[in-house]
């Protein structure tokens, strides 16, 4: 099985060579040598800077950086709902270029959303415009679990559709995959929507664990197929969004999160792909986060870089973390804030720049360009 799997990878990132590197037949020019070597994609600084290999710069992408903020979003969305457009393959492809036209990011992040899989299933689930996910039936009891059967790759096929074109297009870039962390997804689950203080979440937390971790369980199991099903198809790194994980203390995410977070890792391990884990507010969760099997530990804006370092054990990169509402503010803030970034940064074994947290719909997409830009220029290596 594994060996299919790495069969079928080194193939796949052939076809990932830039198409104007695709005809050269000789070695010695210069855009074959780049090719000569393992593979454009897996050379590239994202991949590079997950793996805690030297860069020449420090890779960027922004979380959310498809979206509202950009018009041309609005404009290939029109009136489809959300999640209806989610399951086109043509406008997942075309929205997740979008941003990538715009900035010279690092990486793509596929245009999807945690509840697709979900979805997919066939729970009732809309995703309401400046709300979020809502679900009809919340699940409140046992018997509300038969709803949630594993995921097939065949119940995702525009997912298949669409990594398969992006990463064909996308040549040398990555495409990042993605998922709903375990407690983010029970989360919605249990409260039936967006919820700030997760009470009836961690209501059925204390008061039925067995229910907890055989609801986690299932959950892990449907990240663990949807993240396949994404590697499958060519994504080169995944992220497990538990946005809201930080809603619990340490002992109880180690108790009651950490085992099913542990799985999905585990469960990716053999697949070769940087994982990526992210939370908001899990300053006091950093470590565990690690430990639970990720290569790169995404960093809200409340921890600086340099002292999430000393939260998380050797062998890890960082990801992060400017504060989304910093670009709001006028150019010379966010690129002594950006700068700061990047040098707290560079005390980490790897660094991928990115927000602490998504761009917000308000935010002006020259600025991001002009970020990015500035990453790239800013944090330049000198080869050798
Ligand atoms: O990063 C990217 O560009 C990829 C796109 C992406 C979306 N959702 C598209 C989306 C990603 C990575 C997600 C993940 C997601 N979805 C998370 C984890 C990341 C995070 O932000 O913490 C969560 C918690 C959700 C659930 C969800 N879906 C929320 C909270 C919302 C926003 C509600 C709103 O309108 O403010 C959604 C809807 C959603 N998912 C939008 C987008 C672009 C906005 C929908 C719209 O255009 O109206």
Redesign the pocket.
């Known amino acids: 099985m594994i060996v299919a799997r790495r069969a079928h990878r080194s193939v796949d990132i052939l076809r990932r060579v830039p198409r104007s590197h695709r005809n050269c037949t000789g070695t010695g020019s210069p855009a074959c040598e780049t090719i000569a070597g393992v593979t454009v994609t897996e050379e590239s600084p994202f991949l590079r800077a997950c793996r805690r290999e030297p860069v020449p710069y420090t890779p960027v992408w922004f979380?959310?950086?498809?979206?509202?903020s950009l018009p041309e979003y609005r404009k290939a969305?029109g009136s489809l709902p959300?999640l209806k457009a989610l399951s086109r393959a043509d406008v997942i492809t075309e929205i997740t270029l979008q941003p990538l036209r715009r900035y010279d990011a690092d990486a793509a992040?596929?245009?999807?959303?945690?509840?697709v899989p979900l979805k997919a299933l066939g729970l009732d689930i809309d995703?309401k415009?400046?709300?979020?996910?809502i679900i009809a039936r919340p699940i409140r009891g046992e018997g509300d679990l038969a709803r949630l059967r594993d995921l097939d790759p065949s119940d995702v096929p525009f997912v298949t559709e669409a990594v398969t074109a992006l990463v064909a297009e996308l040549g040398a870039k990555p495409l990042i995959g993605?998922a709903?962390g375990p407690f983010?997804l029970a989360s919605y689950l249990i409260e039936g929507g967006?919820s700030k203080s997760h009470d009836r979440t961690k209501s059925l937390m204390y008061g039925n664990p067995a229910l907890w971790h055989a609801l986690l369980g299932r959950l892990a199991d449907i990240a663990i197929s949807f993240l396949r099903v994404q590697v499958a198809a060519g994504a080169s790194a995944v992220q497990l969004?538990d946005?809201?994980a930080g809603a619990v203390g340490p002992e109880d995410y180690r108790a009651s999160v950490l085992p099913h977070s542990r799985r999905i890792f585990d469960a990716l391990a053999d697949s070769g792909v940087p994982r990526i884990h992210f939370g908001?507010a899990t300053g006091e969760l950093l470590g565990m986060m690690g430990e639970a099997g990720a290569d790169v530990v995404g960093v809200d804006w409340r921890v600086p870089l340099d002292e999430a370092v000393r939260r998380v054990d050797h062998g890890k990169a960082l990801q992060g973390n400017l504060d989304p509402a910093i670009l709001l503010a006028p150019w010379d803030v966010i690129e002594r804030r950006a700068k700061d970034v990047l040098g707290r940064g560079r005390t980490a074994e790897g660094h991928v720049f990115n927000l602490g947290?998504?761009v917000l719909p308000d935010t002006n997409p020259d600025v991001l360009a002009r970020l990015t830009d500035l990453v790239h220029q800013e944090s330049v290596r000198e080869p050798g």
């Not at 992040?109 to 945690?114: G, M, V």
């Open positions: 979380m959310r950086m498809a979206g509202r969305r959300m992040i596929l245009f999807s959303d945690i509840v995703i415009p400046g709300v979020g996910p993605f709903g983010t967006p969004f946005s809201w908001v947290h998504g």
